[in-house]
């Protein structure tokens, strides 16, 4: 079954907190020109007994790339996703060639050093989206809030085994996909961040379930 409310939402983030509101994500807050308080949740930590992240940062995106040819085109807002085919919008990290499971980078949530958990992957980003004022296309589950509307599951949403293998589907995965604008800063053009959990499988079948090995198995041994 796919994960409820798919879509994409282009927006301009202004704030990043990696660990203010609570210990299991990280929140951009960003505003799309009709609201200013929207929140992205990004998870920085699995709940599973092994809780590291898999994180990918794409810098091959260019103008031509065809994801960029599509976002350019979207007007800033939300925008419901419903087709899960090649055809659509929809992100497919196996599918679409979007990431190779094995140049994953597997994460703990906090670790003392350089270069070496999560969040040393993603503020420099997040922070530079934010300094920059770069457009932002986030992919993932819309939600409605008492404390304002936002946007989750923002990572690979296909390859659990567990209690989430019902959400597993194609062409739904989550992520977020920047475009640097030249001489705003030190970065430059299109970038794509993907995520994923430890726990999940390189490997998917025609209905996204499970195949093969997990993250964990190919890029380092369970914690």
């Avoid at 202004?14 to 960003?30: A, L, M, V, Y």
């Avoid at 810098?59 to 085919?85: C, E, N, R």
């Amino acid at each position: 079954m796919p994960i409820l409310r798919y879509g994409v939402w282009r927006g301009t983030a202004t704030k990043w907190e990696p660990t203010e509101k609570d210990n299991d994500h990280g929140h951009i807050t960003f505003t799309d020109g009709n609201s200013s308080d929207l929140d992205c949740a990004v998870d920085i930590k699995s709940k599973d007994r092994d809780s590291r992240i898999v994180f990918w940062d794409i810098t091959s995106f260019d103008h031509a790339h065809p994801v960029a040819q599509k976002l350019s085109k979207l007007q800033p807002g939300y925008h419901a996703i419903a087709d899960h085919t090649a055809h659509g919008l929809g992100l497919d990290y196996y599918r679409s060639q979007l990431v190779k499971p094995q140049q994953g980078r597997i994460l703990p949530y906090h670790e003392n050093g350089p270069d070496n958990d999560i969040l040393d992957f993603l503020n420099p980003i997040l922070n530079a989206a934010v300094e920059q004022k770069a457009d932002m296309y986030l992919f993932g589950s819309k939600y409605d809030g008492n404390n304002g509307d936002g946007i989750h599951d923002i990572h690979m949403n296909q390859g659990d085994a567990g209690h989430f293998a019902k959400e597993n589907g194609v062409y739904q995965d989550g992520g977020m996909i920047f475009n640097f604008k030249a001489g705003s800063g030190e970065m430059e053009g299109w970038q794509g961040v993907f995520l994923a959990f430890a726990t999940q499988a390189t490997q998917t079948d025609s209905k996204g379930n499970a195949m093969g090995p997990t993250f964990a198995q190919i890029l380092g041994t369970s914690s």
